[in-house]
Structures are given as C-alpha cells and as structure tokens.
Nanobody, 122 residues
Framework: QVQLVESGGGLVQAGGSLRLSCAASGSIFGINVMGWYRQVPGKQRELVARITSGGRTNLADSVKDRFTISRDNAKNTVYLQMNSLKPEDTAVYYC????????????????WGQGTRVTVSS
C-alpha cells in the first residue's frame, strides 16, 4: 500500500503565494516521476508540473514563469511553490507518484493523493 498525503492548499488573494507538499509513504522501494495535476469541475485533470528522480522538470506553459516544482528524495516528498497566483489557478490539486513497491518488481505504478483545494480570489 502506498499513501500520498497532500497539504498546503487554501484561500489566497490574487498575486499571493502558496506552497503545496505531498509526502509518499508505505511500500516504496523507489519513486520515478512525481507530479502535480489540477482539476476544476467539468474539465479534465491537467498536468501542472512533474519532476523526475534526477531532478528534471517540466511545467505547463500556463504556470512556467510562476510555479516551481522540487522534491526531496530522502523524504519521498514533492513540493509545488506557486507564486503570483491568479484566479484561474483555482482548482483541486492532486499529487501523483510513479512508485516501485519492492526490489522484486521492476515496474512502477501510479498513485494519487486525495487532492488539496486551492482558491485564488480576485
């Protein structure tokens, strides 16, 4: 079993900042890619940012100049620093991790957190 627990969401005014955290725990031998997605009602979940175990990142064009993704491999934790927030960033943010559960499995399996709500007021 693998659990991803997100924290750091909340209500913020436009132009403000928030930092999301997601800690993975449970049966984890290794984690490949970790990432953040977001979803608003009526729309598909979209990629916000992702980071490999080696630190390579990619971010959606809409957030590239404002958000930063980082991770602490020793803590199995990924962060999303969100600056200059806009009302259109309002969404539920989900953490995702590709987890290799044991040394006996060479496969990585996707896991999702429960989501944390971010609301940006104008």
């Amino acid at each position: 079993q693998v659990q991803l627990v997100e924290s750091g969401g909340g209500l913020v005014q436009a132009g403000g900042s928030l930092r999301l955290s997601c800690a993975a725990s449970g049966s984890i031998f290794g984690i490949n890619v970790m990432g953040w997605y977001r979803q608003v009602p009526g729309k598909q979940r979209e990629l916000v940012a992702r980071i490999t175990s080696g630190g390579r990142t990619n971010l959606a064009d809409s957030v590239k100049d404002r958000f930063t993704i980082s991770r602490d491999n020793a803590k199995n934790t990924v962060y999303l620093q969100m600056n200059s927030l806009k009302p259109e960033d309002t969404a539920v943010y989900y953490c995702n991790a590709e987890v290799r559960p044991t040394a006996y499995s060479s496969s990585y399996y996707p896991h999702w957190g429960q989501g944390t709500r971010v609301t940006v007021s104008s």
